[in-house]
C-alpha cells in the first residue's frame, strides 16, 4: 500500500536522481551517488546519496560524513522543506509521486513534533543552518542590519515550508529563522521571515510576495527573539519592542545591550524580566496596539521595581531611523533618551 513510510520510501527510491534534483537541487551525480552538502541542500560535498540499488542497499539511503546523519528519501524531503510532522512530509512526497491522498493515513515512522509546539519549533531551527553567508545575511544587511554572523538566535532554511491559509497551496521558500527563548536559554518557539529566492529592483533581497511573509510558532508568551540573551547572566540594563528588525536596529547602534523582540504588542505586555533587571528600555511603535504592549509592560516593569523607559524613533519605527538616516544619526538621536551610563557603556559614537 502506498500509504506507509516504508512503501513511500521505496517508491521514491525508484526515482532517487529526480528526487534529489527536485529537493537537493544545490548538488550534482557523481557516479551513482548524488553529492552535496547536507540534507537540508546546502552547497557542498559531504552528504552522498545512493541513486542505484546495490549490495550496500536500497536506492535512496544517504550518508553525511561530515555529522554522521543517514536516512531515506522521505528524510530529505522533511529536511529539505522544512517539514515538522510526518503526516506533511507522506503528503509531498504522495505530491510529488502524484499518489492521491487516502482517506485515513495508515503510516507511522515516528512520533511528530505537534504541530505549533516548542518541540516543533526545536526541530525545525535544529534543520537550519547559521546565517552568514546566507540569503537572510542578505535581507538583513540590506535593512542596515549587521548581526547574522555573531548572533546564535538568528539562522537560515533554505526551503522552509509554507502553506496558504487562502488556497491550501504549499509552497517552499528560503526563510530567516529566529529562534523565541526563555531566560533559561531554551528555545520555546521561533519566527520564520519568508524570503525572495532572488533580488527585488534595488538589489536587495526582500520578503517572499506571500499573504503572510512572517509567521511565529511554539510558546510565546513571556519569551521574545533574544539577542545578546547570556542564560543565567544577570542583565541590568536592556531592551525590549515588538519586531525583530527593530530591536535588531537597536543593537547595530548600541551591539553590547541585550534586546528582546516579543513579535506582537499582545507579547510584548507579558515579556519575562530578566534576573538583576534594573531598567528597561522599550522600544515604541506607532500603532495604537504598540502603544497599548508599551503602557502595560512599563505598568509590569514598576511594579517589579525597574525603571522603564520609552525610546521614540525620528521616522516610523527604529529600522526606518537605521535605513534612511543611517546608523550615525540613529546614535546621535538615542543619546538624550538614554540614561547617561548606558550611553557611555553600550551607544556607538554617534
Known sequence: MPGTASALARRLGEHAEAVCRQYLSNGRRSGIHWIVGDVRNSPGRSMHVRLTASAKGP??????????????????????????EFREVADEARRFLAIPRPE?????????????????????????KPAAGTLAERYLAGRGIQLACRERSLRFHPGCYYRDLGTGETLTLPALIAAVIGLDGRITGLQRTYLSPGLDPSGEVGKAQVADPRRSL?????????????????????????????????????????????????????????????????????????????????????????????LRPQLGDFNDDLRSLGPHHLAAWLRDQLVPDDTRLHLQAG
Not at 504541530?115 to 531551527?125: E, K, N, T, V, Y
Not at 505586555?269 to 502595560?296: K, N, Q, S, T
Open 104 to 128: 485515513t493515513a495508515g503510516a507511522k515512522r515516528e512520533p511528530a513534533a505537534a504541530r505549533g509546539s516548542p518541540d516543533a519549533a526545536r526541530r525545525l531551527f535544529a534543520m537550519s
Open 218 to 310: 511554539g510558546h510565546l508568551l513571556g519569551n521574545g527573539i533574544w539577542l545578546g540573551l547570556e542564560p543565567g547572566m544577570p542583565i541590568p540594563v536592556m531592551a525590549a519592542g515588538e519586531g525583530l528588525e527593530t530591536m535588531a536596529s537597536l543593537r547595530t547602534v548600541m551591539p553590547s545591550l541585550p534586546v528582546a523582540a516579543a513579535t506582537s504588542a499582545n507579547h510584548l505586555a507579558g515579556l519575562f524580566f530578566p534576573p538583576g533587571c534594573r531598567r528597561l528600555y522599550i522600544a515604541a511603535d506607532a500603532d495604537a496596539a504598540g502603544r497599548h504592549g508599551i503602557e502595560r509592560l512599563g505598568r509590569r516593569a514598576g511594579e517589579a521595581g525597574i525603571l522603564a523607559l520609552v
Open 59 to 84: 536506492a535512496g539511503k544517504w550518508v553525511d560524513e561530515a555529522t554522521g546523519e543517514h536516512g531515506d528519501l522521505l528524510d530529505i524531503i522533511e529536511a529539505s522543506c522544512g517539514l515538522t
